[in-house]
């Protein structure tokens, strides 16, 4: 994989042209779902350029992918090659409607096993670390690629799924492991058992918590929370989808910044509403095409995730705040625009706060907002904080939100995605 960092901008984008071209010269008339679509935009893999392209190319939604494999049951049309090919089935953790099915070549799936090594070399991983993976190792992309690119990086792999948190911090313990890779919110919840096991983490050898799932890596209060609970070790944020692979990594200079893979992915920023790109620093939806997922490839696929782009120095984007959230998670209330990461931002500025969950109340035509907060056992202060969050939320949001104090243990703890943010109707 060419180093994008050692590139000018206009030496990215022809590289990218050139993969494209490739591409679609494979896709052309093997894959039936993006043939029809190559056909109806009148383009050739001699396309002239990637601002061509992407005037002229439709975006790929998935409610589409959906629709497309309701129709062609169970895999849809959007596969190059005869079924025989494929050794690798994923599939998302879910629609409106139901999971995206997803199956890749080994082709296909060692280029984005050179995806995910990009994250492990920025991350400063090496042969000598010893890597756990705490996640249960569901059929999602980002556990089993990320656990096949640490064994080709050469590190010992250690899988924790299916294990409890005790279990597995006696497994980073004994095995002297020096990576973890899990989500923000585990990281947090892992340190706190052994903090109510009585385990010492004082004695743990973590020294990098690879973070990915949901915005939390790329908040700056809760990567301080994650580092002060593992003993200085550095959060390395990063993101993908088991859809499009994965995508990102966190800038070794740069906590703030976090750098789209452009030797695998062409990246574009578009108003959600529109569809029409963005002035340059606006935040806007992140749109993709991977260059070398042959065999189920995405052509400028919505995300749905906001970001706000940046180029470096050198030419290369990255995303300022990484992923800040996304189009479908953004809730208005009382006319403001509350992005669930603003809230987090507050919530993990104080270590005193255990738990949290948010439900946004629909009240007529209006939503409200309300918390509740669990706080950690032996918090003696806890009716002072809340007064204190309440007033650090509304300058934050412009919003006042009433908190609830709930008892230990009373809010529910998420080894993958959190779900903190909860719909509920009116009572009045």
Not at 120 to 126: D, I, L, P, R
Request: aromatic content about 8%; hydrophobic content about 40%; some cysteine.
């Amino acid at each position: 994989m060419p180093d994008v960092a050692l590139m000018t901008r206009e030496q990215i984008r022809t590289d990218q042209l050139a993969k494209l071209r490739a591409m679609m010269g494979e896709l052309i008339p093997r894959n039936q779902f993006y043939t029809a679509r190559f056909t109806a935009a009148g383009i050739t893999p001699q396309i002239a350029s990637l601002d061509e392209f992407a005037q002229r190319m439709a975006m790929t939604t998935k409610q589409e992918l959906v629709d497309d494999q309701l129709a062609h049951p169970p895999y849809g049309s959007a596969l190059t090659y005869s079924l025989d090919q494929y050794t690798r089935y994923t599939q998302t953790s879910g629609t409106t409607r139901k999971p995206i099915r997803w199956l890749d070549t080994t082709a296909s799936w060692n280029w984005m096993i050179t995806t995910w090594d990009r994250v492990f070399e920025a991350a400063g991983v090496t042969p000598d670390d010893r890597v756990l993976f705490t996640f249960s190792f569901g059929p999602f992309l980002g556990f089993w690629l990320a656990y096949d690119s640490a064994v080709k990086r050469g590190c010992l792999v250690l899988p924790g799924g299916g294990l409890g948190s005790e279990a597995r911090l006696r497994m980073l313990l004994d095995n002297e492991a020096t990576v973890l890779c899990c989500t923000p919110t585990y990281a947090i919840r892992l340190a706190e058992s052994a903090r109510d096991l009585k385990i010492d983490l004082s004695q743990s050898k973590i020294r990098r918590v690879i973070v990915a799932g949901e915005p939390g890596g790329s908040i700056p209060a809760t990567r301080q929370r994650i580092t002060e609970l593992w003993n200085g070790a550095r959060v390395i944020d990063h993101h993908g989808m088991t859809e499009i692979g994965a995508v990102s990594y966190q800038s070794p200079d740069r906590d703030d910044w976090v750098h789209i893979i452009e030797a695998s992915y062409i990246a574009e920023v578009i108003d959600p509403a529109t569809g029409q790109p963005t002035a340059k620093g606006e935040v806007g939806e992140l749109v993709l095409t991977n260059l070398g997922r042959w065999g189920s490839p995405l052509i400028r696929y919505r995300t749905g995730d906001l970001v706000k782009p940046i180029w470096t120095e050198q030419g290369d984007m990255a995303m300022e705040g990484g992923i800040l959230g996304r189009a479908d998670d953004m809730v208005v209330v009382r006319s403001v625009n509350v992005f669930p990461s603003a809230v987090e931002e507050v919530m993990r500025s104080h270590a005193e706060v255990a738990e949290y969950r948010v439900e946004v109340v629909k009240h007529r035509a209006m939503n409200e907002l309300r918390m509740q907060v669990e706080f950690a056992p032996g918090c003696e202060v806890a009716q002072k904080l809340v007064l204190q969050i309440e007033r650090e939320l509304h300058a934050a949001l412009s919003l006042r939100v009433p908190i609830e104090i709930v008892p230990a243990d009373a809010l529910p703890r998420f080894e993958m995605k959190a779900k903190r943010w909860l719909q509920v109707e009116s009572e009045k």
